[in-house]
């Protein structure tokens, strides 16, 4: 009997790793968590066996088979653009939306379609922007009742049961809410949609949406942000991201430009604190993205970062990361919770990313930022008409993860030759450092408006307080035109010049031109920063010039982290690759071979016991979903 004690004892370890690895472990949103951690702690694949990855399943988009149909009968504008879905997992099902608009149920462990639903997005023709471009649904459920929210390319919120694949019909009508109606003001709908998925928190279906961003007249669509109630699909509350008169920041909106203006839109993934009920709003650029003239003022909420009650949409606290600005520097990414402790004080925080580069953290409850963030005089506005804000904020820490302004910091140096020769490039625009305003030269901006963070966002580790950002290094140049009265009653538009050539075909400025950076949030240090990719470094050899070694390559997607392991796709060259990183150092322990360029950002999910990775690759007439685990 004592050697049967022991030996069940001895096996206590083994039994219980069994039962933790004989489990079903949820991607129930877009980032992991409504927090946008981008965060698993699934350690099954790990960095022992990662190199034994195989294809599990693969996933034909049924977009594939009405593309021709499609572009037969309306043209080649209706053409699907990449497939940038992140599919989510909640209790053993798998739910995306393909390109096209149809929201999709799979099996995640064979990657069988359980059902489709068709919500004809591309009856309304090519929708405004980008086309064709989504990101994600969003799952509910309350008293076994289960719901995939989709908001649509051409502006309606649709409630899909999730057991089914059709309409709720007790939801709007018949299913379905047409985003356009209660804005405040008519809106057309060939300017007015959404990409990003819903936000379902604290029984509330939160829509934002994206506007036309080139518009020829000072008069566009609101991007108010709305709840709605997931039962109903009854208005809960709407967020004015303009404020309207009597609201607070009306009068940073002067000579009543509050009443015309629009855009001011959160396009990209909002985030909340489920347990705190805030919802975390971040905000982009008024009409229009180059010239201020005709909304003078600070022009809240734009290109801030804005705290809601998620009960009743009220305001609790906002941060604007650029006044007026003319830059289009949106805050394209969702904004991260993370918990730090930072000079012996825990806090609960959040952290936002923006293209400029900087990464801004704040008391998640008060607003108040974790670090000193300054106020800086910045170059102003040579434009007729143009009332730039006197200074910016700058954050104290950390350190911006990408280079900022053209000087000779930034510029290319492989050689004295190709220095020369970028200086008489630049030497035709205005430069200077960050925030050098549009110009009717044409100014370079640098990062660009595609530049710095963007929307696939950073990923946070709960268990090492480290920060993995990627970016991209990109120059572009603003030229400002007078707009034709005839045509439009805005004063300036873009024109002329878009970019500025580098020397003998290569960039302008120094690598990396696309980075991976990991920022220890605790102490708001860099801890690594590593090029992400070979770029155009056999480029560069064949020009005589010394191997440099990877230079990076500006695409990439969103990460995905596990506890032993960073992931990132990125088209590299003429490769398409999943690669899995080393945390603690950026080291690349393997590359994955994938069929179709990585487009959406990984996520990971574990199914009796099993750890997948799933990604969508493709688009246009080819686009799946590759999901890979160990054999």
Same mark, same amino acid.
């Given at each position: 009997m004592k050697n049967i004690k022991l030996t069940l004892i001895r096996l206590i370890p083994f039994i219980i790793s069994a039962l933790a690895e004989a489990q079903t472990v949820d991607w129930p949103s877009y980032g992991g968590d409504n927090g946008s951690s981008k965060y698993s702690a699934l350690n099954q694949i790990n960095t022992n066996n990662v190199g034994d990855l195989i294809t599990a399943w693969e996933w034909l988009s049924p977009d594939n088979l009405l593309v021709s149909e499609i572009i037969q009968s309306s043209g080649p504008m209706l053409r699907p653009g990449p497939f940038k879905a992140t599919p989510i997992v909640v209790d053993g099902f798998m739910y995306l939306p393909t390109t096209y608009g149809q929201i999709v149920s799979l099996d995640p462990v064979t990657g069988e379609t359980r059902w489709v639903f068709d919500t004809r997005t591309y009856d309304d023709g090519r929708p405004t922007n980008l086309g064709f471009n989504v990101r994600g649904v969003a799952y509910w459920e309350e008293s076994g009742k289960t719901r995939v929210f989709f908001a649509t390319n051409n502006s309606y919120l649709w409630s899909i049961d999730a057991e089914m694949g059709l309409p709720d019909t007790d939801f709007g009508d018949n299913g379905k809410i047409d985003l356009t109606i209660g804005l405040g003001r008519e809106v057309d709908r060939k300017q007015y949609g959404v990409v990003s998925p819903p936000l379902v928190t604290n029984n509330k279906v939160i829509v934002n949406s994206i506007v036309l961003d080139g518009p020829r007249n000072k008069e566009a669509p609101p991007g108010h942000v709305r709840a709605f109630n997931p039962h109903t699909g009854e208005l809960e509350w709407k967020f004015n991201t303009i404020p309207q008169a009597g609201e607070f920041g009306n009068d940073s909106w002067m000579d009543g430009s509050w009443e015309y203006s629009g855009n001011t839109n959160a396009w990209t993934i909002m985030s909340a604190d489920d347990e705190l009920g805030i919802v975390y709003l971040p905000i982009g650029t008024p009409t229009n993205d180059w010239y201020g003239g005709l909304r003078k003022g600070d022009n809240l909420f734009a290109e801030s970062l804005v705290a809601v009650d998620v009960n009743t949409g009220q305001l609790i606290w906002h941060f604007q990361m650029v006044h007026h600005g003319v830059w289009d520097y949106d805050l394209p990414a969702a904004p991260t919770l993370i918990d730090i402790t930072v000079d012996g004080r825990d806090i609960k925080a959040v952290a936002q990313i923006s293209k400029q580069g900087f990464t801004y953290v704040f008391d998640r409850i008060t607003g108040e930022p974790v670090w000193p963030i300054e106020e800086r005089s910045v170059p102003q506005s040579t434009v007729p008409g143009e009332q730039l804000s006197a200074t910016q904020p700058f954050p104290t820490k950390p350190a911006p993860f990408e280079p900022q302004g053209i000087s000779d910091e930034t510029l290319i140096d492989f050689t004295p030759q190709l220095r020369e020769e970028a200086l008489q490039n630049i030497e035709v625009f205005d430069y200077g450092p960050l925030f050098t305003p549009?110009?009717?030269?044409?100014?370079?901006?640098?990062?660009?408006?595609?530049?710095?963070?963007?929307?696939?966002?950073?990923?946070?580790?709960?268990?090492?307080? *480290?920060?993995?950002?990627?970016?991209?290094?990109?120059?572009?140049?603003?030229?400002?035109?007078?707009?034709?009265?005839?045509?439009?009653? *805005?004063?300036?538009?873009?024109?002329?010049?878009?970019?500025?050539?580098?020397?003998?075909?290569?960039? *302008?400025?120094?690598?990396?031109?696309?980075?991976i950076t990991a920022i220890d949030m605790n102490s708001g240090e860099h801890q690594w920063v590593i090029p992400h990719g070979e770029g155009i470094r056999q480029e560069i050899i064949e020009k005589g010039i010394i191997d440099p070694g990877p230079v990076g390559s500006t695409h990439r997607v969103g990460p995905v982290l596990t506890k032993t392991l960073l992931f990132f796709a990125q088209i590299d060259g003429d490769r398409n690759l999943l690669r899995a990183f080393d945390k603690s150092n950026g080291a690349v322990i393997y590359e994955h071979e994938l069929p179709l360029a990585p487009q959406g950002t990984p996520m990971t999910y574990m199914i009796d016991g099993k750890q997948y990775i799933t990604i969508a690759v493709g688009g246009r007439q080819d686009a799946r979903l590759i999901s890979l685990s160990l054999p």
């Open positions: 549009p110009s009717l030269r044409g100014a370079i901006q640098f990062p660009g408006w595609a530049g710095g963070g963007e929307w696939h966002g950073a990923a946070f580790d709960p268990l090492t307080g *480290l920060y993995y950002v990627p970016s991209a290094s990109g120059p572009i140049v603003v030229q400002l035109t007078e707009a034709d009265p005839s045509e439009s009653n *805005l004063i300036y538009r873009r024109g002329g010049a878009r970019s500025v050539n580098g020397p003998q075909g290569l960039p *302008l400025t120094k690598p990396p031109y696309g980075r």
